[in-house]
T-cell receptor, first 114, second 114 residues
């Protein structure tokens, strides 16, 4: 079945550590996205990528970094510069960026700072 | 700037009764409108979308939504609620024409009471 796989499902980070969240899709979608979900705040866009080797900052990119070396993969690194990283992180993809296609979401990674 | 509002944090409805989850939007241009559902600790699932055409859009699991341009609304409806419909529902908006980002609402928790 086609879909998006996020791993790990749960991740614990110590203060000052960088951690990387994995996102892989086999839908042959060009566009991929990372969102952060906090209670009562909906989804906020961290980074997005319209095509391989290209990505753009979203609304809350500070303290995060991404890469898009392969069409299927869009990993997110939460750096030590992100002061409040505890949240639920969602990866999504769509056929094209912003053309009215619905998004396909992964099951999410819950990151907790310990 | 585009925005979407979901005025109710929570909606309670008895099983078998009709349900409505409200959404209003603000865009400069013609909107693309979406509804997604999220079950606990899972990613969002696409329910339905409005791009153009018929104002009444039918989607998955018996849900439908009505696009009302004059009221800038896109309310989600279902004629008869099921306990299994209990979840978090998100409305989202983008703009037609070229590459435009998607903005999500803050979500409405639907509780269907047996």
């Amino acid at each position: 079945d086609g879909g998006i796989t996020q791993s790990p499902k749960y991740l614990f980070r110590k203060e000052g550590q960088n951690v990387t969240l994995s996102c892989e899709q086999n839908l042959n979608h060009d566009a991929m996205y990372w969102y952060r979900q906090d209670p009562g705040q909906g989804l906020r866009l961290i980074y997005y990528s319209q095509i391989v080797n290209d990505f753009q900052k979203g609304d809350i990119a500070e303290g995060y970094s991404v890469s898009r070396e392969k069409k299927e993969s869009f990993p997110l690194t939460v750096t030590s510069a992100q002061k409040n990283p505890t949240a639920f992180y969602l990866c999504a993809s769509s056929m094209d960026y912003g053309t009215g296609d619905g998004y396909t979401f992964g099951s999410g990674t819950r990151l907790t700072v310990v | 700037a585009q925005s979407v509002a979901q005025p109710e944090d929570q909606v309670n409805v008895a099983e078998g009764n009709p349900l409505t989850v409200k959404c209003t939007y603000s865009v400069s241009g013609n909107p693309y409108l979406f509804w997604y559902v999220q079950y606990p600790n899972r990613g969002l699932q696409f329910l339905l979308k409005y791009i153009t055409g018929d104002n009444l859009v039918k989607g998955s699991y018996g849900f439908e939504a009505e696009f009302n341009k004059s009221q800038t609304s896109f309310h989600l409806k279902k004629p008869s609620a099921l306990v299994s419909d209990s979840a978090l529902y998100f409305c989202a908006v983008s703009i037609s024409g070229g590459y435009q980002k998607v903005t999500f609402g803050t979500g409405t928790k639907l509780q269907v009471i047996p």
